[in-house]
């Protein structure tokens, strides 16, 4: 089994800041990407982020300048730092990743999400 955990949602002001995490555990071999989805009331998921294991990074065009992906491989955990966040950022955050379990098994995970809420 393997289970991803998210932590640090909540609710901010516009303009403030959050910062996400998230750990991953289990039966793991490898992880190759990890990354971070959004999904807003009435919207569908969408991506936010993703970071491969060697390092090269997406962005939503939304997002770009404001939000950074990070991760810590030895600690397989990543982290999603939001900066300058507006209304439109609230949604309930997922982390997934493509992981490759030690029953040689590999498929994308995902965490439980964790709301996030910018009010005006």
């Known amino acids: 089994q393997v289970h991803l955990v998210e932590s640090g949602g909540g609710l901010v002001q516009a303009g403030g800041s959050l910062r996400l995490s998230c750990a991953a555990s289990g039966s793991i071999f490898s992880i190759n990407s990890m990354g971070w989805y959004r999904q807003a009331p009435g919207n569908a998921r969408e991506l936010v982020a993703v970071i491969t294991k060697g390092g090269s990074i997406n962005y939503a065009d939304s997002v770009k300048g404001r939000f950074t992906v990070s991760r810590d491989n030895a600690k397989n955990t990543v982290y999603l730092e939001m900066n300058s966040l507006k209304p439109e950022d609230t949604a309930v955050y997922y982390c997934?990743?493509?992981?490759?379990?030690?029953?040689?098994?590999?498929?994308?995970?995902w965490g439980q999400g964790t709301q996030v809420t910018v009010s005006l």
């Open positions: 997934y990743g493509s992981i490759l379990s030690i029953l040689a098994d590999e498929r994308d995970y």
